[in-house]
């Protein structure tokens, strides 16, 4: 016999000696993660995550060094009717007076009537670092609060970055706590169902967690090489517990299945290592690509993601290889204890008294129209999977707004009124201009003209009464204009106005200025920028993805076929995605059952996420069927009788660790943002597609359809058939036997 191949090896090590094991990998977790907080994060700066225009612009405003303290404002309007304007500016008076005394407020300003006398605006500038600001917001609240107290008869409101913030980070908060507390108990839920017993469910959610406790500490580690961003640990989460629990599910349940049919426990763990724990090698690697893929979008934001995903996925790949056979082989026929009943019984019952796997109805059912007749289903089924994807065609990208934001908090609801008064506080283009300090009063004068020109264009806000607020730096070099619009910032006349910002106005006002360099910033422009730089880099990553993964996929199962349909399902899966999230969100019809109002786009990052993250996840399951139905080949069946084992045998457990996925990202569907809630719904829909049509009805169809062809390979990559390792049960005859 030769050499045993280093998963079975490994996990024969790793199962001899169990506590040498467990306590490696308890070790190794601890080091992780406690290296990893000693070193500290390095996040990412506002250069790094430049892009386009818009963060050319961000730098320029970077370089003049402004003073830009945190400000708030006190929002006064009627309850009903028109503003009494005497009370008003009582209100007024007496928050002045009493916001002076709070510490934390640096200056507080003279009250700002609306243009149409219908609310007045006392503007209030905080001290210290405005990146605390909202830490610090709620004294300021309470005093506003106890104007509104004393003025009943008037509207009273505070309103600005730092407590609209306080008020999101409240919301969100809450949002994310549910979404943890809820995310653990329902795959554990999930996988008592799947195991029937409760340390068989505990086992993939212990090597799970650990897997994204070391993950953490090694992403910290890695920030210091590329920096990190504040969504780096939610997807580490995300995507270690989803591949956690995946690879160990799939273990775990080939160990049980080996067991059942009579094999001693070494036994039936090299046979798992060898099976599954090859497939979760391959299918890790495929991840990896994956999420590798992300690095050439030239993006910090995916650039941290990339990182973060493929140390969690290396470390969960190495846990299944090595701790895991260690906790099977230590817990033995444990792991089925303690029963749950009526579980135990209907799982036990897939096993039989005696350890042949006995296939339930309802896959049998699924999968006869494939193997009977494979065109028909195959044209239909992909078919109708292009049809949900057509959409896709459509696809606008923006990012969300501030009017995407939930109105559930006063914040929010102060906001709204705040900008319909008072239209030049709301969306804005930033004008950000660099040119020599003697060019500073030409640059003043150019950008006073642009703001008068751009005022009486409706596309724009008119200029307030006070004039244009124009910043110039200390050294003189660096000179901003904020011009307003009064359209949100997802509004076509939105985009409209920045175009004719950078293609008309701001040349032509600057056009004559030596040395001089523009660009602009602001909401809408960094919404237009990052849409075309995904647009621009989805296509790079995708080929990079596509073209490592077809390798990947050839060397694995030797057949150039069974890569190429590989990525084409895959793909098929992917686009009905997006075309699904398209029909959601674009639209309005669905805002009732997600609790969403429609931006009429899909978030600017999240088809290129998306794509890798799915791309990658679908590959566990597709690895993991097809090696069963190599399985059956190399024991001897026919295509069609392979096809029949492979699905049969691996469906009940790719469901199961479906169906986890599914209830853990649906719970993210339920968040209050319009980016999490598409995120939720993209990922959980595509993983019930991809592992029910396409694995259950579209590839036996086109497996059973191309018949021995599936393993055409050029003669340099075919290898002798191995043997296999396990003796697979007959394939049911009522599948097998229509011809």
Same mark, same amino acid.
Request: glycine share 8%.
């Given at each position: 016999?030769?050499?045993?191949?280093?998963?079975?090896?490994?996990?024969?090590?790793?199962?001899?000696?169990? &506590? %040498?094991?467990?306590?490696?990998?308890?070790?190794?977790?601890?080091?992780?993660?406690?290296?990893?907080?000693?070193?500290?994060?390095?996040?990412?700066?506002?250069?790094?995550?430049?892009?386009?225009?818009?963060?050319?612009?961000?730098?320029?405003?970077?370089?003049?060094?402004?003073?830009?303290?945190?400000? #708030?404002?006190?929002?006064?309007?009627?309850?009903?009717?028109?503003?009494?304007?005497?009370?008003?500016?009582?209100?007024?008076?007496?928050?002045?007076?009493?916001?002076?005394?709070?510490?934390?407020?640096?200056?507080?300003?003279?009250?700002?009537?609306?243009?149409?006398?219908?609310?007045?605006?006392?503007?209030?500038?905080?001290?210290?670092?405005?990146?605390?600001?909202?830490?610090?917001?709620?004294?300021? !609240?309470?005093?506003?609060?106890?104007?509104?107290?004393?003025?009943?008869?008037? !509207?009273?409101?505070?309103?600005?970055?730092?407590?609209?913030?306080?008020?999101?980070?409240?919301?969100?908060?809450?949002?994310?706590?549910?979404?943890?507390?809820?995310?653990?108990?329902?795959?554990?839920?999930?996988?008592?169902?799947?195991?029937?017993?409760?340390?068989?469910?505990?086992?993939?959610? @212990?090597?799970?967690?650990?897997?994204?406790?070391?993950?953490?500490?090694?992403?910290?580690?890695?920030?210091?090489?590329?920096?990190?961003?504040?969504?780096?640990?939610?997807?580490?989460?995300?995507?270690?517990?989803?591949?956690?629990?995946?690879?160990?599910? *799939?273990?775990? +349940?080939? #160990?049980?299945?080996? +067991?059942?049919?009579? +094999?001693?426990?070494?036994?039936?763990?090299?046979?798992?290592?060898?099976?599954?724990?090859?497939?979760?090698?391959?299918?890790?690697?495929?991840?990896?690509?994956?999420?590798?893929?992300?690095?050439?979008?030239?993006?910090?934001?995916?650039?941290?993601?990339?990182?973060?995903?493929?140390?969690?996925?290396?470390?969960?790949?190495?846990?299944?290889?090595?701790?895991?056979?260690?906790?099977?082989?230590?817990?033995?026929?444990?792991?089925?204890?303690?029963?749950?009943? @009526?579980? /135990?019984?209907?799982?036990?019952?897939?096993?039989?008294?005696?350890?042949?796997?006995?296939?339930?109805?309802?896959?049998?059912?699924?999968?006869?129209?494939?193997?009977?007749?494979? =065109?028909?289903?195959?044209?239909?089924?992909?078919?109708?999977?292009?049809?949900?994807?057509?959409?896709?065609?459509?696809?606008?990208?923006?990012?969300?707004?501030?009017?995407? =934001?939930?109105?559930?908090?006063?914040?929010?609801?102060?906001?709204?009124?705040?900008?319909?008064?008072?239209?030049?506080?709301?969306?804005?283009?930033?004008?950000?201009?660099?040119?020599?300090?003697?060019?500073?009063?030409?640059?003043?004068?150019?950008?006073?003209? @642009?703001?008068?020109?751009?005022?009486?264009?409706?596309?724009?806000?008119?200029?307030?009464?006070?004039?244009?607020?124009?910043?110039?730096?200390?050294?003189?070099?660096?000179?901003? =204009?904020?011009?307003?619009?009064?359209?949100?910032?997802?509004?076509?006349?939105?985009?409209?106005?920045?175009? #004719? @910002?950078?293609?008309?106005? $701001?040349?032509?006002?600057?056009?004559?200025?030596?040395?001089?360099?523009?660009?602009?910033?602001?909401?809408?422009?960094?919404?237009?920028?990052?849409?075309?730089?995904?647009?621009?880099? $989805?296509?790079?990553?995708?080929?990079?993805? =596509?073209?490592?993964?077809?390798?990947?996929?050839?060397?694995?199962?030797?057949?150039?076929?069974?890569?190429?349909?590989?990525?084409?399902?895959?793909? $098929?899966?992917?686009?009905?995605?997006?075309?699904?999230?398209?029909?959601?969100?674009?639209?309005? &019809?669905?805002?009732?059952?997600?609790?969403?109002?429609?931006?009429?786009?899909?978030?600017? &990052?999240?088809?290129?996420?998306?794509?890798?993250?799915?791309?990658?996840?679908?590959?566990?399951?597709?690895?993991?069927?097809?090696?069963?139905? %190599?399985?059956?080949?190399?024991?001897?069946?026919?295509? !069609?009788?392979?096809?029949?084992?492979?699905?049969?045998?691996?469906?009940?457990?790719?469901?199961?660790?479906?169906?986890?996925?599914?209830?853990?990202?649906?719970?993210?569907?339920?968040?209050?943002?319009?980016?999490?809630?598409?995120?939720?719904?993209?990922?959980?829909?595509?993983?019930? $597609?991809?592992?029910?049509?396409? !694995?259950?009805?579209?590839?036996?169809?086109?497996?059973?359809?191309?018949?021995?062809?599936? /393993? &055409?390979?050029?003669? *340099?990559?075919?290898?002798?058939?191995?043997?296999?390792?396990?003796?697979?049960?007959?394939?049911?005859? #009522?599948?097998?036997?229509?011809?």
């Amino acid at each position: 016999m030769g050499r045993r191949p280093v998963t079975v090896r490994v996990a024969r090590w790793s199962a001899e000696h169990p &506590w %040498r094991a467990i306590a490696l990998w308890a070790v190794f977790v601890a080091v992780c993660f406690v290296g990893g907080n000693a070193a500290g994060l390095k996040e990412a700066t506002d250069a790094d995550m430049a892009i386009g225009e818009f963060g050319r612009a961000d730098i320029i405003v970077t370089e003049g060094n402004f003073d830009d303290p945190a400000v #708030e404002n006190v929002l006064i309007t009627p309850r009903a009717g028109e503003l009494d304007i005497a009370k008003a500016r009582a209100a007024a008076a007496d928050a002045a007076q009493r916001l002076r005394q709070v510490i934390g407020v640096a200056s507080v300003g003279a009250p700002v009537p609306s243009r149409d006398g219908g609310a007045l605006l006392v503007p209030i500038t905080m001290s210290g670092d405005p990146e605390t600001a909202s830490d610090r917001v709620q004294p300021l !609240r309470d005093a506003t609060a106890q104007v509104q107290a004393a003025h009943p008869q008037l !509207r009273v409101e505070q309103v600005g970055g730092p407590s609209i913030n306080k008020a999101l980070d409240d919301t969100l908060g809450k949002d994310f706590k549910r979404a943890e507390l809820l995310s653990l108990p329902v795959t554990l839920a999930i996988l008592i169902i799947a195991f029937g017993a409760l340390i068989a469910a505990g086992v993939p959610v @212990l090597l799970a967690l650990s897997s994204v406790a070391a993950a953490m500490g090694l992403s910290t580690l890695a920030s210091h090489l590329v920096p990190a961003t504040d969504t780096t640990a939610s997807v580490i989460l995300l995507i270690g517990m989803a591949v956690g629990v995946d690879y160990s599910l *799939f273990y775990v +349940r080939r #160990e049980r299945e080996e +067991r059942a049919r009579g +094999r001693s426990g070494l036994d039936a763990v090299e046979i798992a290592a060898e099976t599954s724990g090859h497939a979760v090698v391959v299918s890790g690697f495929a991840v990896i690509i994956s999420m590798a893929g992300l690095l050439l979008a030239n993006d910090a934001v995916f650039s941290s993601l990339a990182v973060g995903s493929i140390l969690v996925v290396a470390v969960a790949v190495t846990g299944s290889l090595t701790v895991l056979p260690a906790l099977l082989a230590k817990l033995g026929r444990w792991v089925d204890r303690p029963r749950v009943p @009526l579980l /135990w019984r209907l799982t036990a019952a897939r096993t039989g008294r005696h350890g042949e796997p006995v296939r339930p109805r309802f896959w049998p059912a699924v999968l006869r129209p494939a193997l009977k007749a494979p =065109l028909a289903t195959l044209v239909v089924s992909v078919g109708l999977l292009l049809a949900l994807a057509a959409p896709a065609l459509g696809m606008k990208l923006k990012f969300p707004g501030m009017e995407d =934001l939930p109105r559930t908090t006063p914040a929010m609801q102060a906001y709204d009124r705040l900008t319909g008064a008072f239209p030049s506080t709301g969306t804005s283009h930033t004008v950000a201009v660099r040119a020599p300090a003697e060019q500073a009063d030409r640059v003043r004068g150019a950008l006073t003209g @642009l703001a008068g020109r751009a005022g009486g264009d409706p596309l724009f806000a008119p200029v307030e009464s006070d004039g244009p607020k124009i910043e110039v730096s200390a050294d003189r070099r660096v000179s901003v =204009l904020e011009v307003a619009t009064p359209y949100a910032s997802r509004d076509d006349r939105a985009v409209r106005s920045l175009h #004719e @910002l950078r293609d008309d106005l $701001l040349p032509a006002a600057l056009r004559d200025i030596p040395g001089v360099e523009y660009a602009v910033g602001g909401g809408v422009a960094a919404s237009e920028d990052y849409a075309q730089h995904v647009q621009e880099k $989805l296509p790079v990553v995708m080929a990079f993805v =596509l073209a490592l993964t077809f390798l990947v996929m050839t060397w694995t199962f030797r057949s150039v076929v069974v890569a190429f349909t590989s990525i084409l399902l895959n793909l $098929l899966s992917a686009g009905a995605a997006y075309g699904l999230l398209v029909l959601v969100f674009q639209g309005s &019809w669905a805002e009732g059952v997600l609790g969403f109002t429609s931006m009429g786009a899909i978030v600017s &990052w999240l088809p290129l996420f998306l794509f890798v993250v799915l791309f990658g996840l679908s590959m566990d399951y597709h690895v993991f069927v097809v090696s069963r139905i %190599r399985e059956g080949l190399r024991a001897g069946m026919s295509n !069609r009788e392979a096809v029949a084992y492979g699905i049969t045998s691996s469906a009940e457990v790719v469901t199961s660790a479906a169906i986890v996925m599914v209830g853990v990202f649906a719970i993210f569907a339920s968040l209050s943002t319009i980016d999490m809630k598409q995120l939720g719904v993209g990922l959980a829909a595509a993983i019930l $597609l991809d592992a029910t049509i396409i !694995r259950a009805v579209v590839l036996p169809s086109l497996m059973t359809l191309l018949g021995d062809a599936n /393993w &055409w390979a050029p003669r *340099f990559l075919r290898a002798r058939a191995a043997a296999p390792p396990a003796d697979p049960p007959a394939p049911a005859p #009522e599948l097998v036997g229509a011809r």
